[in-house]
């Protein structure tokens, strides 16, 4: 699975990164101390230059159960939008997928 990040934060962490290693490092300038600044400097410009995925956040929800009084019998509705379930055609019981088809949550177990 593909896993995204959020690249802000790492630009963050790579800055703090370098400036930590060149405070370390006093000011001198080994062939070593500009190697590892190089690197930290490409990896930033690496993560500037990358084109940003059209990603949208997962919605985490459950199959919430409710159960009727009068009649005894059990009904379910999503917990992230309260709709119920698809129906299966012939028995018109109510179908608990993986996901929620009204809004698209993720259904935890």
């Not at 930590?20 to 600044?37: D, H």
Request: charged share 25%.
């Amino acid at each position: 699975m593909t896993r995204y990040i959020d690249a802000d934060v790492l630009l963050l962490d790579l800055t703090y990164q370098k400036a930590t290693f060149e405070s370390v490092q006093g000011g001198r300038s080994g062939l070593f101390a500009k190697g590892v600044a190089c690197g930290l400097d490409g990896a930033i410009q690496s993560v500037k230059n990358a084109e940003a995925e059209d990603v949208s956040p997962v919605k985490h929800g459950k199959w919430v159960e409710y159960v009727d009084d009068r009649w005894g019998a059990s009904y379910y509705s999503c917990s992230e939008c309260g709709k119920p379930p698809l129906k299966e055609e012939r028995t018109n019981r109510q179908c608990l997928s993986n996901f929620c088809p009204n809004c698209g949550a993720r259904m935890e177990e």
